[in-house]
């Protein structure tokens, strides 16, 4: 799911440097929803990757607690 919501997003820009340097209109379309996709999908990511380091850090010590 990370990689999924980063991909996505990296591919946004890429569609969205793309369409700039083709001159087309990013105002009208699904032009918009391209251009915000990033922020969306780039933030959700970073959130995921904290929530799966926070989860890993528990379950390490809780594994080493009961082993120890």
Known sequence: ??????????LAI??????GFARVN???GIWPVIVV???????LAFVL???F???SIVRR???AKEAG
């Open 1 to 10: 799911m990370i990689a999924s919501a980063a991909g996505l997003s990296i």
């Open 14 to 19: 890429i569609a969205t440097i793309v369409a």
């Open 26 to 28: 990013v105002n009208e």
């Open 37 to 43: 996709l990033p922020f969306i999908g780039l933030t």
């Open 49 to 51: 990757i904290i929530a």
């Open 53 to 55: 380091l926070i989860l």
């Open 61 to 63: 010590r809780r594994l």
